[in-house]
């Protein structure tokens, strides 16, 4: 992720606050950790101990505009807001767990180092907020006709990867219905697989289409759970 960002001003053709176009300057970069995949080119499908999953630092370039001083930070498509995952490292666990045996509690320990890994209860509330989101945000409904996105079974995968969901894991309704919406949208990773004759082909064709509709949701991953402050709790 290691790049000069001195020119990307360039790259931003008009300013959200005031409309100027090409007034931005180059200010500075911060830095956030983040959790992401790392894949092999030459990986093969449940070869488990070939991927890994851990902090990196995302630089986040910050803009000023020169007409009317405000300043913009730069966020990459694959940055989740809702979340420490990045939007690969979602789908790709999001994949993982709904097509293997794996629980969530055995994802940290397949991917991650030891003494370096992410809490599996990060890792459900990332795929489970994204499930919420898929259900609630009436743009994901118009990608689904767009698609031609089913709930049927995808196509043969050639024993790529399993042809058919397993089984739901997740017990409760409410929970099974985000499970849902989450597998729907990754039918068509599976008919992907089929068709770029390859995992990390297809991998990189479903995340430039899951980039351009991400980047349009305000929050990707919903918060699942709300704090509400009892009445009667004690203030002092």
Same mark, same amino acid.
């Given at each position: 992720?290691?790049?000069?960002?001195?020119s990307?001003?360039?790259?931003? #053709?008009?300013? #959200?606050?005031?409309?100027?176009?090409h007034?931005?300057e $180059?200010?500075?970069?911060?830095?956030?950790?983040?959790?992401d995949?790392t894949?092999?080119e030459?990986? =093969? $499908?449940?070869d488990?101990? %070939?991927v890994?999953?851990e902090?990196q %630092?995302?630089?986040? #370039?910050?803009?000023?505009c020169?007409v009317?001083?405000k300043?913009v930070r730069?966020?990459p498509?694959f940055?989740?807001e809702g979340?420490?995952l990045?939007?690969g490292a979602?789908?790709?666990? &999001?994949?993982?767990y709904e097509?293997?045996?794996?629980?969530? =509690?055995s994802l #940290?320990e397949?991917?991650? @180092?030891?003494?370096e @890994?992410? /809490?599996?209860?990060?890792?459900?509330?990332?795929?489970h +907020?994204m499930g919420?989101?898929?259900?609630?945000n009436e743009?994901?409904?118009e990608?689904?006709?767009?698609?031609?996105?089913s709930?049927?079974?995808?196509p043969?995968?050639? +024993?790529? /990867? %399993?042809?058919?969901?397993p089984?739901?894991?997740?017990?409760y309704?409410?929970?099974?219905? =985000?499970?849902?919406?989450v =597998?729907n949208l *990754?039918t068509?990773f *599976?008919?992907?697989?089929q068709?770029? &004759?390859g995992?990390?082909n &297809?991998?990189?064709?479903?995340?430039?289409?899951?980039?351009l509709l991400?980047?349009?949701?305000?929050?990707? &991953? %919903?918060?699942? $759970?709300?704090?509400?402050k009892r009445?009667d709790?004690?203030t002092?």
């Amino acid at each position: 992720m290691e790049r000069d960002f001195r020119s990307i001003h360039e790259e931003i #053709p008009e300013c #959200p606050f005031c409309s100027s176009t090409h007034s931005f300057e $180059y200010k500075s970069t911060s830095c956030v950790w983040r959790w992401d995949i790392t894949i092999p080119e030459d990986w =093969r $499908y449940s070869d488990w101990g %070939q991927v890994r999953l851990e902090p990196q %630092q995302v630089p986040l #370039p910050i803009m000023r505009c020169c007409v009317c001083g405000k300043r913009v930070r730069v966020i990459p498509t694959f940055m989740v807001e809702g979340t420490t995952l990045t939007l690969g490292a979602l789908i790709f666990l &999001a994949f993982v767990y709904e097509n293997t045996p794996l629980a969530w =509690r055995s994802l #940290p320990e397949k991917f991650c @180092k030891e003494g370096e @890994k992410i /809490a599996h209860s990060t890792i459900y509330r990332a795929v489970h +907020g994204m499930g919420k989101n898929l259900l609630e945000n009436e743009e994901v409904r118009e990608l689904y006709v767009r698609w031609n996105v089913s709930t049927g079974m995808p196509p043969d995968t050639s +024993g790529t /990867a %399993q042809t058919a969901w397993p089984p739901k894991k997740s017990q409760y309704p409410h929970t099974q219905h =985000r499970e849902e919406a989450v =597998r729907n949208l *990754l039918t068509l990773f *599976l008919c992907l697989i089929q068709e770029c &004759a390859g995992f990390i082909n &297809a991998f990189v064709r479903f995340m430039e289409q899951i980039c351009l509709l991400f980047s349009q949701m305000s929050r990707p &991953a %919903q918060r699942l $759970y709300t704090l509400h402050k009892r009445k009667d709790a004690d203030t002092s």
